[in-house]
């Protein structure tokens, strides 16, 4: 069964950095697109990020674009998405998603919640 | 960027009575719109996709209809598992989008 596990949340200062990881099994991950998908405290779903199944295609959400970057490791099957110039409004839960193609999700891990505060 | 607006913001249903969730598009986005639930403390879920057809495993009681701008999802008979918030998201456009969201609620 196809299961994605978020790791490195935590609570990071005003312009710190942090980088999320997104164990991928249960899936041929290096034949499938990926995102990640935010969600702040109490609001909806904001799209943040996408990399096509090579890695040499990436899209940005126009809040995170220039601050984030998703990258991907095939051969280790974890998806990264790599944050700095953190903001108290990036606060939320990070969701790592498949792709189902095209450019929908079919599958979403648990969420990691990354808090920015001083 | 196509902005999704969605009413109404939230639906008060008795169990066992049906539902109707619109989403409306800001440019034409085909038919490349899909749905999904969340329930509190979880991941969304997957409904539908390509505006009509059901993703794995989801109960018939759920449909989507639309193209273009308008767009609706239908639940036929709302059980208690049904009682969550809907998002819908297009994907025809950069960036990827979704609408506010409607919270069907138990009337």
């Known amino acids: 069964q196809v299961q994605l596990v978020e790791s490195g949340g935590g609570v990071v200062q005003p312009g710190g950095s942090l980088r999320l990881s997104c164990a991928a099994s249960g899936f041929t991950f290096s034949h499938f697109d990926m995102h990640w998908v935010r969600q702040a405290p109490g609001k909806g779903l904001e799209w943040a990020a996408h990399?096509?199944?090579?890695?040499?295609?990436?899209n940005y959400g126009d809040s995170v674009k220039g601050r984030f970057t998703i990258s991907r490791d095939n051969s280790n099957k974890t998806l990264y998405l790599e944050m700095s110039g953190l903001r108290p409004e990036d606060t939320a839960v990070y969701y790592c998603?498949?792709?189902?193609?095209?450019?929908?999700?079919?599958?979403w891990g648990q969420g990691i919640l990354v808090t920015v505060s001083s | 960027e196509t902005v999704l607006t969605q009413s109404p913001a939230t639906l008060s249903v008795s169990p066992g009575e049906g539902a109707t969730l619109s989403c409306r598009a800001s440019q034409s986005v085909s038919i490349n719109l899909a749905w999904y639930q969340q329930k509190p403390g979880q991941a969304p879920r997957l409904l539908i996709f390509g505006a009509s057809t059901r993703a794995t495993g989801i109960p018939a009681r759920f449909s989507g209809s639309g193209s273009g701008t308008d767009f609706t999802l239908t639940i036929s008979s709302l059980q208690s598992e049904d009682f969550a918030v809907y998002y819908c998201?297009?994907?025809?456009?950069?960036?990827?989008?979704f609408g506010g969201g409607t919270k069907v609620e138990i009337k």
């Open positions: 998201q297009q994907y025809t456009n950069w960036p990827l989008t």
């Open positions: 998603a498949k792709d189902r193609s095209p450019l929908h999700l079919d599958y």
């Open positions: 990399i096509r199944y090579d890695g040499t295609t990436k």
